[in-house]
């Protein structure tokens, strides 16, 4: 397992690119069907009446869905190859649905924007690739599907390509970290097997491009930021005067014997030991859950944050971002929350709304408030400091979520500028 | 002394979630079955607060048609960790009318569980409770969050869950809810298997393969036991058999199999055409079983 890369990918697409079918191919291509669903989904197409199998009946999940025939929430699917553990977070790309995108894309590293060869770069593939930009995703396939019925046709391909590359010049995105693919998933041409009808293309087929993804080349690197998450206080014989601050790494190393810096309080000290259940380490990596024991006593709880010394985040009370609007009720100044950064929270108020912002890169406008699925600037202000980098800077540390205090619903997610 | 921790990264993503719920919750309790993914969250909630004890009890609903290798292998481990257990028994809720005992050729127990289940997170008052559901067993669990808030009669309504965003988890909720948490739901059934062999974790030795009186159904191995309703026309054989999940013996089918060492059955899982909820007959039903159920507040 741990030998294992593990890549996570958001799939963006319309109700009719043909989404669930790549999905279901991808499963059927690496053998992740098994048997018994495979028959469900023979029996099912039989059932329609299809000559083919259907096999978006493998990731369209719940009765609704059966009903209405799309796909209304994010859902998770995990195959595997020989080298790879994947997960895809299967998000909608009905135009109401840019929450669920965005959530998908959160906890992903690549994003599969599909495109249906017929229609070409539409209004949603802006947004799908705007938001792949917004959340910083390392690495963005484009594939241009439904290419059996162009007739396999290069011209097809090109112009696409052409368009979508017109769009990237609108963004800041790294063109290097885009690449095109043109696919059958109906047929399962350049999914796992190169296509003869496309001689055309040289590049890699999709699975073969998503499994020479290097792991390294996806994670962001940063500087190291410890929130404290956890205090663990054993209170047993053989552990009396153990205080151990648990939590997840992110961005960086962090070293036995390094001085460190706890936020808020200032106070510094040096890393004593670095631990994982009953075994200690010298060095540990970014993503790691572990536990860090310090030299000296240090008062430490709760959303608390253990930085290098010579590395210290901003620390600030007021805040600019950029946030997408999760939940039915709108969001307008003077509206108070609870902003959870991390493990951390403390008290927000919107101090003002700069602008919505046009997820077809169209520029900026005006606005009262923010509503389901909108994007846009806004400044915050803190009952306390937040101890933060800018999104581009370090994903972790840079994003938070506001939850209302009536509902308790998670309605906002912030990108800190 | 090793000297480089690499994440492995399932492992770190569930011990974060086991953290947060200890500490954004003040009653958390994790559901217990006996089962490989129960037993695996144990280790997990082991490793998230070592060298402290695990700061939650263990709750096991009782159907009272377990395999004793189950109950006996439960016991064992919650002496040696020095944990705490509580069980509640469905055949009590039977008993007291709340739920009738179904009959027939498929009469199960499982689905009794879940009024058991909800009077004990009544009785005592939790506001967690921590599962070893996974989202690659089934279509409807795909979209479930790691955070799920249930109302007041456990419902999930799956058409207004909290987005989860980036690692972020939100577990505010209002009295008389819960939340059902699932710290492994981005693990596969091969992920638990290897985790299992690269922990060196004990399980119940009914997950290897042993000698059983079985009798044959619908394409499907039933155990021959006086809990399973069986046709006098159904003959009983003798077979060497495991199971890939442990629930009732009312609802869980059996495999042939020979892997009789972990090794064994890790290799047989990595070359299985079958999926694992394909051995639950509770799921055979109907197609939106599982959906159906968990509405009502199934684990």
Redesign the interface.
Known sequence: MESKKLIKIATAGSVDDGKSTLIGRLLYDTKSLTTDKLEAIEKTSRKRGFDYLDFSLATDGLVAEREQGITIDVAHIYFNTAKTNFVIADTPGHVEYTRNMVTGASTSQVAIILIDARKGVIEQTYRHFFISNLLRISHVVVAINKMDLVDYDEDVYLKIKTDFEALVEKSNFNTEQITFIPISALKGENIAKQSELMPWFVGNTLLDHLEVLETGDLQESSVARFPVQYVIRPKTEAFHDFRGFSGVLYGGNLNVGDEVTVLPSLTQSKIKSISLFDQEYEVATPGSSLTVTLEDEVNISRGDMLVKSNELPKSEKQIAATICQVNNKPLRVGDKFTLQHGVNRVLAKVDSIESLIHTDFSGEEPTQQLKLNDIGKVNLRLSKPIHFDSYTENKSNGSFILIDEGSYDTVSVGFIE | ?????????????S??IL??V??QFEKPVLLFSGGKDSITLVRLA????????IPFPLLHIDTGHNFPETIQFRDQLVAELGLELIVRNVQDSIDQGKVTEERGRYASRNTLQTTTLLDAIEEFKFDACIGGAR??EE??R??ERVFSVRDDFGQWD??N????????L?G???QGQNVRVFPI??W?E??VW??IK?ENIEIPSIYFAHKREVFFRDGLIWTANEHVYRENSEEVFEKMVRFRTVGDMTCTAAVLSEAETLDAVVAEIRD????ER?ARIDDKRS??AM?KRKKVGYF
């Open positions: 002394m090793s000297n480089l921790l690499i994440p492995n990264p399932k492992e770190a993503e011990i974060h953290r947060e200890a500490a082991q490793k998230a607060f070592y060298p402290a004890r989202r690659d279509k409807a795909a979209k799956e058409k869950q909290r987005p989860e965003l980036f690692d972020m939100n505010k909720i209002h739901s981005n596969t091969l992920d290897e985790y690269t299985s055409t079958i999926s394909g197609e939106a959906e």
